[in-house]
């Protein structure tokens, strides 16, 4: 196998951990049950770092959500720069806990003190993870070289917050009755139906009914599917913590002083499109707005491969400029 046709599971890679000192706090005063923050490095040991961070399923294993995107010879190169992702806190089996994005951020800032890392060269944040790149680029700017955010932006829309909301409520509800799976199976049906849009679904599924009423209907077949077994990814606390997060985060786009990349989508509407407009109005160092149209909605970071491998390809261009001409292009970025 060349090493261009890796899976990222397969490629290098090593765990990294920091301890999280007894003594820190979040900013509602509460404390982690987790002693460390685990990340995992892949790439050259000599090579820029870029950090790269998604949704709030994602976790320190990228090729488990962003295997297309981060891999040799992919739009974020592994045979020309490291990568570092982390396990967002708190862990699965953790108490839920109130926690910001400047939380997540200064998390993410231990794990970088200890591993010797003072400057990223790229800070790549889609969803929740470009929230955070964003508060720890307000908080210090000075730390990274530059900042793109994907389908995120500088503050919670209040759609999005009722949205989140409602399935906050659904999973309490559900452990309180004691069934824990089956109120995060039913809040990630929900959830699929804000992070989709309404002409995907037009196009993929008929309106056929059910023999009676409150059977399913060929798209009920498909949000049952999104839910079954996803209480192996989360747990009701933790989905309640990370949701409410996203509600939480607000930065200022005037703090925002290194070289910004915005890229949204004018179908999403958790993070809409004038939100990223906004953003990338006020930011004072922007380096590139990026929009474009999807059937995907919110999801679009995931699917829209050509656009955002392009985005990617061009934001990270001076990095793979500076290292080793190792790089080889993936056949649909190249020019």
Not at 169 to 185: M, N, S, V
């Amino acid at each position: 196998m060349s090493s261009h046709a890796w899976p990222i599971e397969e490629a290098p890679g090593r765990d990294v951990s920091a301890p999280i000192p007894a003594d820190f706090r979040l900013a509602s005063g509460e404390t982690l049950a987790a002693s460390e923050v685990v990340g995992r490095l892949h790439g050259p040991v000599e090579g820029p770092l870029v950090v790269v961070m998604g949704g709030i399923s994602s976790g320190r294993v990228v090729g488990q959500w962003w295997s297309w995107a981060v891999r040799p010879g992919g739009p974020i190169d592994l045979n020309r720069v490291r990568v570092l992702a982390i396990d967002l806190l708190p862990g699965r089996t953790d108490p839920g806990v109130t926690i910001t994005t400047h939380d997540q951020a200064r998390l993410l800032s231990l794990l970088l003190d200890a591993i010797g890392e003072t400057h990223l060269e790229a800070f790549v944040g889609a969803s929740y993870g470009g929230c955070v790149g964003l508060a720890l680029a307000e908080a210090r700017p000075d730390r990274i070289g530059h900042l793109m955010v994907i389908s995120a932006t500088h503050r919670a829309h209040p759609a999005a917050t009722a949205w989140r909301g409602v399935q906050r409520r659904l999973l309490a509800f559900a452990r309180d009755c004691g069934r824990d799976a089956e109120g995060i199976a039913l809040a990630r049906e929900l959830a699929m139906t804000t992070y989709r849009t309404a002409e995907e679904f037009d196009l993929r599924f008929a309106a056929t009914p059910p023999e009676q009423a409150g059977g399913p209907y060929p798209v009920c077949d498909y949000l049952t599917s999104r839910g079954d077994g996803y209480e192996a990814v989360t747990s009701a606390a933790r989905w309640i913590s990370l949701s409410d997060s996203l509600d939480r985060h607000a930065v200022a786009p005037e703090a925002i002083r290194c070289p910004l990349t915005v890229v949204g989508f004018t179908s999403d509407r958790l993070v809409p499109i004038q939100d990223s407009r906004d953003l990338a109005a006020r930011a004072p160092r922007l380096t590139r707005l990026v929009e474009a149209a999807s059937i995907f909605g919110h999801d679009a970071f995931l699917k829209e491969r050509e656009v955002v491998g392009r985005a990617l390809h061009d934001a990270l261009a001076p990095l793979y400029a500076a290292t080793p001409n190792t790089f080889t292009p993936a056949r649909e970025f190249a020019a």
